[in-house]
C-alpha cells in the first residue's frame, strides 16, 4: 500500500505534532513543523484528531472552518468523494466505461438546467461563502496531490485517472434525490390493467387508509416498467459489470424498503439531569467506507459537531453550541410520471393543454473510456425530464420531482441548519431543506420539537400521485407547498417526541388535501420506542443507548403465539421458540428459529395470496403488518402454512447450523461483511480487505429499534448466485446520543471507521465497538477536545507561516 501510517501521514501533511505535545499553545505547537500553503484559506486552523480520527476543527473565522471540512473529507473519502461528485455530474463512463453511459445520461437529464449562478446568488450571503470555502478546501487537497506532496489513494491508481476539480456551482446543478415511488406507480398501473389493484396493498398498504384511484384519461393497459426509462436507470444506480459482486435481483426493492432511521427527543422534565436528550441512529445501507463522516468545526459563531455527508457542506446530525438535531426519513411523495401523448408524425411533439407542444432538447457528449463519445440528445416537457419514449405508440413520459424546482438548493442546507441559534432560525434554514425529513430539536433552554421537512408538490384535480397520470396538463403541478403545510410540534405535553418512518401526521391534519404521502413504514420500532420512552420518567444518556441497541421484537412474539401444535419431529423446537424472550439476540437459538421460520411463512403466504401471473409485478417479501393480519385470521389453511414453514425453517437449519438446536445461534446466520464497491477488481480486493466476515455476528432484525436488516430472497436465482438471505445488509452505522448542555457527556458510533484508507488506523476500527454497542465519548468543549486529542497539526493559508 502506499499510504504512510496515520501519525506520519498527518506529519507530512499538516505539520502535526505527537499526542505528548497537545498541552502545548497553539502557537508553539505551529513552529514545530510547516504544511505546504493551502490557496482559499484566510488563517491558519488548527486540527486536533482524537483516537478514532475524528477532527476538531478551531478556525478564525466560519469560511475557514468549512475550508478545513471540504479538505479533511478529501483527505480521509476521497475516492468515495470522487465517485459520488461523478455519478451526480454524469462522468463515471470516462473512468469506468460503457457500461456507465446510461447511468450518465440519466444523471444529466436529472441536473438542474436554471441559471445555477442566479440560484446560487439568492443564497444568504454566509450559505455562499461557505459553499465556496468548503469546495475550495477539497481542490487545495487535490492541488497537493497534483504537486506530489500527497499521494493518491490506492483506487486511482489501479484504474488510472484522476480525481475532478470542483465547481461549487455544481452543489446547485446535482439535485437527484429519487425515493422510488415512481416504479410503484407503474406497478399499480399494471395491476390495474389486470383488474388486480386490490393485491398491491399485500406489499404497500395506503396509511391513512385510502383508495386507490385511476386518473382519469390514463390507459393503464398501455403502461410497461419501460415507461420508467432513465427514472429507473438513475434509482437503480450505475452499472459496473465485473467490478463488483451481481447484487441479489431484489436489492434495489430491499434497500428502498428498508432505509429509515430512529430519533426521539426527551424532554428535561423526564430526564435524571434536567436536561434534554436527542438520540439518532440513520438506517442506511452498509458499505466500506461508511455514509457519515465525522467531523467538529469551530469558528467564532459556529460550534456543532457530528456526522457529514461527503460532498455535502456541514454537519448532517449532530448539535452545536445551542441546540442538537437529528433526522430521520420522513414520506413524501416527491415524484410523478406523466404519459405524454406524442405526435405520429412528429415524435418530440406532445400534446398539452389542448395544443401540440415541441419538447425541448439539449445536445450532450458523454466521453467514453476505451472508446468514442456518446452522443444523446436529452429531451424535457412541460412537466420536467422526458426519461422514456415509444414513437411506435406515440407515447413518452416524463417525471415531475420536487428537487429540480428553482430554490431546491438540499446540498447546501446544513450549513444553515449548523449556523442557527434557536428553533425560529433552525425552522428557517430547513427552508432550504428539500429531501423529506423528520427534524429533531433539543436546545440547552430546555425546549423540544419536531418539523417535517422537504419538497411537497401541490397536485391538481384530485390527483394523489399513486399512478401515473396523463401528461396533457390536467394533472401538472400547481408547484411547492411552503414549509409550513408540513406538521410541527413544539414542546409536546407528554415530554418526549420519536419518530421511526411510521405515519406520524396528527389526527388532524388535512392529509387528503395536501397529499403528502400513503406510502409509510411498519410501526413496530416506533411502537417499541415509544413504549419505553413512556415508561421512562427519569430517563437518562445510557437509557438511550440501550433503546438504540434494544432487540425485543412485539412483532416476534406475535408470530410465536400462533404456532400451532407441531410433528412429533419438531416438538423440541417449538418448546424452545415458545419459551423465547422475543429478543433477537446473535446468540439466541431461538432467534435464528424465528427468523428462518418467518422468512419462509412469508414465501408460503406469498405463493398462496398471489397468483402467478402477478407475481413478476408484486415483489417479495410480503408487508409485515399485512402478513401478521393474516397469521391472526383463524382458518385451516393458515395452520397449515404455519407448521409446513415451521417444518421447513428446522429442516433448513439443520442443514445450515446442524442437529442440535439448543447450538444454533442467529449471529452465525446473521453476519457483517463490508467489501470495497469495486472489489470484482482483483487489485482493489487486494488493496482492501474486507471488513468483518463469519466472526463479525450480529443480533437485531427489520423490525427491531437495533434495526439490522436482511435481504429474505430465498428464490433459487438468488441462491444460485451465493446470496446469503440472511446477511446482514444495512441498519445504523452512524449512532449519536446527546446530553443537551451537557455535551461532553454526548455520546456516538461510526461504523466501520472514519477513513477510507486501510493503513489510516481509522478504516474498520470501530467494527468490534459497533458489534457491543460500546458507544464512544463525543468531546465538544475546549477542555475535552484537548484532552482526547491523539494528533495536532495546522492548515497554512498560502504564504503564510506562524
Not at 475524528?54 to 475516492?79: E, K, M, Q, T
Not at 399513486?466 to 408547484?479: C, N, T
Not at 391472526?632 to 402454512?641: C, G, I, S, V, Y
Not at 435481504?711 to 444460485?720: G, K
Amino acid at each position: 500500500m502506499r499510504h504512510a501510517s496515520t501519525l506520519t501521514r498527518r506529519h507530512v501533511l499538516l505539520g502535526g505534532v505527537a499526542a505528548g505535545l497537545a498541552g502545548l499553545s497553539f502557537r508553539a505547537l505551529a513552529r514545530k513543523g510547516a504544511a505546504s500553503s493551502l490557496m482559499g484559506l484566510d488563517a491558519p486552523v488548527e486540527v486536533l484528531e482524537d483516537q478514532w480520527g475524528v477532527p476538531h476543527v478551531r478556525a478564525a473565522s466560519v469560511p475557514d472552518a468549512f475550508f478545513a471540512n471540504g479538505y479533511l473529507i478529501a483527505r480521509d473519502r476521497l475516492c468515495q468523494l470522487d465517485f459520488e461528485y461523478r455519478r451526480a455530474l454524469g462522468r463515471l463512463a470516462e473512468v469506468y466505461g460503457p457500461d456507465c453511459v446510461s447511468s450518465d445520461t440519466a444523471s444529466r437529464l436529472f441536473l438542474f438546467r436554471g441559471d445555477a449562478q442566479a440560484e446560487f446568488a439568492a443564497l444568504p450571503p454566509t450559505v455562499q461563502v461557505c459553499a465556496r470555502a468548503y469546495v475550495a478546501g477539497i481542490n487545495a487537497y487535490l492541488a497537493r496531490i497534483n504537486t506530489g506532496e500527497e499521494k493518491l489513494p490506492e483506487e486511482f491508481d489501479i484504474f488510472s485517472y484522476h480525481p475532478l476539480e470542483w465547481d461549487v456551482l455544481d452543489l446547485v446543478r446535482i439535485r437527484a434525490e429519487a425515493t422510488g415511488n415512481t416504479k410503484a406507480e407503474i406497478r399499480r398501473a399494471q395491476l390495474a390493467a389486470q383488474d388486480a389493484l386490490d393485491y398491491d396493498a399485500l406489499i404497500q398498504p395506503l396509511r391513512p387508509a385510502h383508495t386507490l384511484r385511476v386518473p382519469d384519461g390514463l390507459d393503464v393497459h398501455a403502461v410497461t416498467e419501460q415507461d420508467l426509462g432513465l427514472f429507473g436507470v438513475l434509482q437503480d444506480g450505475p452499472s459496473l459489470s465485473g467490478l463488483h459482486a451481481v447484487p441479489s435481483p431484489s436489492e434495489g426493492d430491499h434497500r428502498r424498503a428498508n432505509e429509515g432511521s430512529n430519533a426521539w427527543i426527551i424532554a428535561p422534565t423526564r430526564t435524571a439531569t434536567g436536561r434534554p436528550i436527542l438520540a439518532n441512529d440513520p438506517h442506511l445501507s452498509f458499505g466500506s467506507p461508511g455514509p457519515r463522516h465525522v467531523i467538529h468545526l469551530t469558528a467564532p459563531g459556529l460550534d456543532v459537531i457530528g456526522g457529514g455527508a461527503p460532498g455535502m457542506p456541514g454537519v448532517m446530525q449532530g448539535h452545536n453550541a445551542h441546540f442538537a438535531f437529528g433526522r430521520t426519513n420522513f414520506h413524501i411523495d416527491q415524484e410523478d410520471l406523466f404519459i405524454l401523448r406524442t405526435h405520429p408524425d412528429h415524435p418530440d411533439r406532445y400534446f398539452h393543454n389542448g395544443r401540440w407542444v415541441e419538447m425541448e432538447h439539449e445536445e450532450i457528449s458523454i466521453a467514453v473510456r476505451g472508446g468514442p463519445a456518446q452522443n444523446v440528445t436529452l429531451r424535457y416537457a412541460a412537466q420536467g425530464p422526458v426519461v422514456s419514449a415509444d414513437a411506435a405508440r406515440n407515447r413518452a413520459v416524463a417525471v415531475s420531482a420536487t428537487w429540480l424546482y428553482p430554490g431546491a438548493n438540499g446540498m447546501l442546507a446544513n450549513i444553515g441548519i449548523n449556523l442557527a441559534s434557536d428553533w425560529d432560525s433552525f425552522r428557517k434554514a430547513l427552508k432550504l431543506h428539500t429531501s423529506p425529513t423528520n427534524f429533531t430539536y433539543a436546545d440547552t433552554a430546555g425546549n423540544i420539537g419536531w418539523q417535517a421537512a422537504g419538497g411537497l408538490p401541490e397536485r391538481r384535480n384530485g390527483y394523489d400521485g399513486l399512478l401515473p397520470a396523463p401528461g396533457d396538463g390536467r394533472y401538472d403541478w400547481k408547484g411547492l407547498q411552503p414549509l409550513d403545510a408540513l406538521p410541527n410540534s413544539f414542546n409536546p405535553a407528554r415530554g418526549w417526541f420519536g419518530t421511526s418512518n411510521e405515519l406520524n401526521l396528527p389526527a388532524d391534519y388535512p392529509y387528503e388535501e395536501r397529499c403528502v404521502s400513503y406510502e409509510w413504514k411498519d410501526p413496530y420500532r416506533y411502537k417499541r420506542v415509544a413504549e419505553v420512552l413512556q415508561a421512562s420518567p427519569h430517563a437518562t444518556v445510557a437509557d438511550s443507548v440501550a433503546l438504540q441497541h434494544d432487540t425485543l421484537s412485539h412483532l416476534a412474539l406475535s408470530v410465536v403465539q400462533l404456532l400451532p401444535e407441531v410433528p412429533a419431529s419438531v416438538q423440541a423446537e417449538a418448546a424452545l421458540l415458545r419459551r423465547w424472550d422475543g429478543r433477537v439476540e446473535a446468540t439466541s437459538a431461538a432467534t435464528a428459529l424465528y427468523e428462518v421460520w418467518w422468512t419462509r411463512l412469508n414465501t408460503l403466504f406469498y405463493q398462496a395470496l398471489v397468483p402467478e401471473k402477478l407475481r413478476a409485478l408484486l415483489p417479495q417479501p410480503l408487508n409485515a403488518s399485512v402478513l401478521l393480519a393474516l397469521l391472526q385470521k383463524p382458518e385451516a389453511q393458515r395452520d397449515a402454512l404455519l407448521v409446513k414453514a415451521f417444518q421447513q425453517a428446522v429442516e433448513e437449519l439443520r442443514d445450515r447450523l446442524g442437529p442440535v438446536a439448543a447450538a444454533w445461534q442467529w449471529g452465525t446466520l446473521h453476519t457483517v461483511q463490508l467489501r470495497h464497491p469495486l472489489h470484482g477488481v482483483k487489485a482493489v480486493a487486494e488493496a482492501f480487505l474486507p471488513i468483518g466476515g463469519e466472526t463479525a455476528r450480529s443480533g437485531g432484525d427489520p423490525y427491531t429499534v437495533m434495526a439490522r436488516w436482511y435481504n429474505p430472497d430465498v428464490s433459487e436465482t438468488a441462491l444460485a448466485q451465493g446470496h446469503n438471505p440472511y446477511a446482514v445488509t444495512g441498519g445504523a452505522s452512524y449512532l449519536m446520543v446527546c446530553d443537551v448542555g451537557g455535551w461532553d457527556n454526548s455520546l456516538f458510533l461510526n461504523f466501520p471507521g472514519q477513513s477510507a484508507l486501510p493503513d489510516s488506523g481509522h478504516y474498520a476500527d470501530v467494527l468490534q465497538l459497533w458489534l457491543k454497542g460500546a458507544m464512544q465519548p463525543l468531546p465538544f468543549s475546549a477542555k475535552a477536545v484537548q484532552a482526547a486529542a491523539r494528533h495536532h497539526a495546522v492548515l497554512y493559508p498560502k504564504g503564510k507561516t506562524l
